[in-house]
């Protein structure tokens, strides 16, 4: 159940959540250092680590 529940959240994720490919992770802002924090746990759960 845990596994499904986090494939559905990255699906979400990757639908509505910028993506931060080619940007500098040493300037963004608070907020976009804690959406790639929750991008990062919802995969590794996803994944099932």
């Known amino acids: 159940m845990k596994h ?3 494939n559905i959240l ?3 994720n990757k639908a ?3 993506s ?3 940007k500098d992770l040493t ?3 608070k ?3 804690v959406i790639i924090g929750w991008r ?3 995969t590794l759960n996803a ?3």
């Open 31 to 33: 907020m976009d250092k």
């Open 20 to 22: 931060y490919k080619n």
């Open 10 to 12: 990255a699906k979400v």
């Open 27 to 29: 300037k963004l802002t």
């Open 4 to 6: 499904v529940t986090f």
């Open 40 to 42: 990062i746990w919802v």
């Open 16 to 18: 509505i959540l910028p």
């Open 47 to 49: 994944l099932g680590n």
